[in-house]
């Protein structure tokens, strides 16, 4: 019964987000793979999901399995009707059909290999997950009490749970793992976990689909195997912190964007567009996973921004209005998160990078060095965190030799612009870590990893697009298209 109801958990979310995906995507489905499309699915629908169930206790509405699934029956319905009298569909029994036609004969050996280990992979994430109950801390006293008070309670909005959300953070984990208790029907430490598994499920199918559009199945294949040993990310798969769901969120939203620029570039404008708002639909439930979604945010739009002025005689009237669009559901998506609570943080944050704190004078001698050498002693910790602990293992040293050994790659347009999505967000948890407060932090070495995770998932995709290129006997054109057979090249 249990195994049903985690189903149910993963389901209910996954239904709703492939009609949401259809909605998004309507006439440009096909640019999609199929696997593609589920694995977007399900993280779009849990968000939405999470949206909803802040929404309803405001409106009177208790947090109940089925006022959840009734409210997302109603506004299915209402989204199928518009969807079928339209004739738009997110899938086809075709394309079902093709997703299950491998071509086996042309793989090698060693790819049959990685196939099998991501497989493997995939399920040590499932077993090391749902294996034990939570026994992280910080993840039970942030995160779960206030989910199992949800399910109890069927509302947040308690004098009980406020004492555990005094330092307010963004709701997205414990919404989510209180739809996980709900849709189980009893608090199960454990079991409530298989969000995040089928969140690194739907990462790898992502992360390989994206690289198959240009590139041939052997280089998608190893990159996509080197994203799934990263162990530091694979041990937060296992937690029930925010930082992977971070992570996934920011990092795939980031792809598309950077999917956006690339066919924008080649003036492919409408087919670019889907991708566009994928990244920003995405980067909303990024603001509410974490308070850093804002900041991530800020960088991905201001990259986005300085591309479009820089190319702004290829933008078009109704290109315009897309991109307005596509921010002013973003804007709007957003706001109830950052007015609820978050508004103080965010100047207490902005407060702190720019030089000012709060908190009284410190005696403290980590605190009181001089600028040069705490810059010192924070690079330091830098290189010895990235390149000699075995947190990211090869992640860092493949970021260096792609920048040295393939700059005519690395520093050209599009890819120099994900460089510098990635360089302003080095820069800015530098500034961070020179704050007093989290110049501590520091020392401890508690934060550096969980703070570097988000940038993970883009920095192998950065190396992966200045690599694969110079792959022998890769193709300058699409090795794969959503849209035909032919992604069966090797």
């Not at 779009?44 to 309803?56: A, E, H, N, P, R």
């Not at 997205?172 to 598994?197: E, M, R, V």
């Not at 703070?451 to 192998?460: A, E, G």
């Amino acid at each position: 019964m249990q195994i049903l109801n985690a189903l149910i958990v993963i389901l209910v979310p996954l239904i709703f987000g492939l009609l949401l995906l259809a909605l998004i995507l309507r006439r440009r489905a096909d640019q999609f793979y199929f696997w593609e499309k589920l694995a977007l699915a399900f993280p779009i629908g849990l968000g939405l999901m999470v949206i909803i169930m802040f929404i309803l206790p405001f409106v009177g509405i208790p947090l109940t399995f089925l006022s959840i699934v009734g409210t997302l029956a109603v506004i299915s319905i209402l989204i199928g009707i518009y969807l079928f009298k339209n004739k738009i569909f997110c899938v086809n029994p075709n394309e079902i059909k093709n997703s299950l036609d491998f071509d086996h004969e042309n793989m090698a050996w060693w790819e049959y290999g990685l196939v099998i280990l991501l497989i493997l992979k995939v399920a040590y994430v499932y077993f090391a997950s749902i294996v034990k109950p939570l026994v992280d801390i910080d993840a039970l006293k942030y995160y779960s009490i206030v989910a199992k008070g949800i399910f109890y309670k069927n509302t947040l909005n308690t004098p009980y749970l406020s004492n555990f959300m005094a330092d307010p953070k963004p709701l997205f984990p414990h919404l989510s793992q209180g739809w996980a208790f709900i849709g189980l029907g009893t608090i199960n430490d454990a079991l409530f976990k298989i969000i995040f598994p089928t969140l690194f499920l739907c990462l790898m199918v992502i992360f390989y689909a994206v690289l198959r559009r240009y590139y041939f199945r052997k280089p998608s294949l190893i990159f996509t195997f080197l994203l799934s040993t990263l162990p530091f990310l694979v041990l937060h798969v296992a937690t029930a912190y925010a930082d992977f769901t971070m992570s996934f969120y920011y990092g795939v939203a980031t792809l598309y964007l950077f999917l956006f620029i690339k066919e924008f570039n080649l003036s492919e404008n409408d087919k670019s567009f889907p991708y566009l708002f994928i990244s920003y639909v995405l980067l909303v439930f990024a603001v509410w996973t974490k308070r850093s979604g804002i900041v991530l945010s800020g960088v991905n739009t201001f990259v986005l921004a300085t591309y479009l002025i820089t190319n702004k005689n290829k933008i078009v009237k109704i290109d315009l209005i897309k991109i307005i669009s596509i921010f002013i559901v973003f804007i709007v998506a957003i706001f109830p998160m950052i007015t609820y609570a978050q508004t103080e943080v965010i100047l207490r944050v902005f407060k702190q990078l720019i030089g000012i704190s709060e908190t009284a004078p410190t005696i403290d001698s980590a605190n009181n060095l001089l600028p040069a050498n705490k810059f010192n002693i924070i690079t330091s910790i830098f290189f010895r965190k990235l390149f000699y602990y075995a947190d990211w293992h090869l992640l860092w040293g493949l970021f260096v030799i792609s920048l040295i050994l393939f700059y005519k790659n690395t520093f050209r347009r599009p890819l120099v612009l994900l460089l510098a999505i990635i360089s302003l967000n080095i820069l800015i948890v530098l500034v961070q870590f020179g704050t007093k407060e989290m110049f501590q932090w520091l020392i401890d070495g508690t934060l550096f990893d969980r703070l570097m995770i988000p940038y993970v998932i883009v920095i192998l995709y950065f190396c992966a697009e200045a690599i694969i290129p110079e792959w022998k006997g890769n193709p300058s054109a699409p090795a794969a298209q959503p849209s035909t057979k032919s992604k069966k090249g090797s």
